[in-house]
């Protein structure tokens, strides 16, 4: 496949740029407006040609799809283009700035017929793929409890945090646990440490909390989750390594082991997210994380945000 670039920015040349030539694409041309930029993404990287202008490098290259990769705003208004053109379009999360312009992306991808998915990676993560099997299977049974802990919120506007970092978490509980109905947010209001707790009620009947903190330390344990199912059934996942209690039979064990930067590319799911939107976009599979699957998870992270703020927090 053909594929142009959009965003020569840090996320890209971190996340995605460093396995790309392990996919199966040619890397026709990248466009950014620091024309700088876009030549050392090109000359570390391997595209073929830079570009400032993305419907200039769109006409000269016809590409089979375009990553659109950069501020949320970016994201909306170029990646509307892109979809108007008919081209399979990948934006990192959250796709937009609100959920109402994610909508506009899902609406456009409906009526183009396009691929427009949203790099939701811990969909993809090895051990996330297992969870989903595992809870969409007849012998968990219907997930009743989910606990999920997020040690990160490094952002100096609440909003921001929550849209930002925190949907990663708030995607995954939604992606595994269907529509949410309720939540009920308690932030954690002091002068050196924020964070929440949020609890959701899930249109199935299950409930759900996200617990998040500025005093977590992000290299220790980035992120936890748990799962409780029915009769005994219980996953859970530390950093992306998982245990899976299977009650009357054999624990499941998957771990990557040491820490390291490949472990984060492929552990954490940035590779295989990026080859399943190629998939994608060549019809061969379904699209993980179509942009329209994301809207109702942007819709609660707006609310915890909201109850954040209306129960007294402050930006910094």
């Known amino acids: 496949m053909r594929?142009?670039?959009v965003g020569a920015g840090g996320f890209s040349g971190g996340f995605v740029h460093p396995h790309l030539d392990r996919q199966d694409c040619e890397l026709a041309a990248i466009c950014d407006l620091d024309i700088e930029r876009a030549r050392r993404a090109s000359a570390k990287w391997g595209f073929k040609r830079v570009y400032t202008d993305f419907e200039r490098m769109c006409d000269a290259e016809n590409p089979d799809a375009v990553f659109c990769v950069g501020q949320q705003q970016m994201q909306h208004d170029?990646?509307?283009?892109?979809?108007e053109r008919g081209l399979p379009t990948y934006v990192q999360k959250p796709a937009a700035q609100t959920a109402d312009e994610v909508r506009e992306l899902a609406e456009m991808a409906e009526r183009t017929g396009t691929v427009c998915h949203t790099g939701f990676n811990l969909r993809s993560a090895?051990?996330?793929?297992?969870v989903k099997e595992?809870?969409?299977a007849d012998e968990f049974g219907a997930p009743v409890l989910m606990i999920f802990r997020y040690g990160l919120m490094s952002k100096k506007v609440w909003g921001e945090a929550i849209a930002d970092q925190h949907s990663h978490a708030i995607d995954f509980v939604v992606h595994l646990l269907g529509d949410w109905e309720q939540v009920s947010v308690l932030p954690l209001l002091d002068e050196t440490a924020r964070g929440y707790v949020a609890a959701i009620r899930m249109a199935s009947g299950a409930v759900a909390s996200l617990c998040t903190t500025s005093e977590q330390d992000p290299d220790f344990e980035f992120l936890y989750y748990e799962?409780?199912?029915r009769g005994g059934h219980q996953l859970i996942s530390h950093d992306g390594d998982l245990l899976y209690h299977h009650k009357g039979g054999d624990d499941l064990h998957m771990s990557m082991g040491t820490w390291n930067r490949q472990?984060?590319?492929d552990w954490w799911g940035y590779f295989e997210d990026v080859r399943n939107f190629l998939a994608a976009a060549r019809g061969?599979?379904?699209d993980r994380c179509p942009v329209a699957s994301t809207v109702r998870a942007m819709e609660l992270g707006e609310e915890i945000a909201r109850q954040?703020?209306?129960?007294?927090?402050?930006?910094q």
């Open 227 to 229: 799962i409780s199912g």
């Open 284 to 286: 061969d599979e379904p």
């Open 3 to 5: 594929i142009c670039y």
């Open 126 to 130: 090895p051990a996330a793929l297992r």
């Open 263 to 265: 472990r984060v590319i």
């Open 78 to 83: 170029v990646g509307l283009r892109l979809l």
């Open 308 to 315: 954040c703020y209306a129960a007294g927090a402050e930006d």
């Open 134 to 136: 595992i809870v969409d």
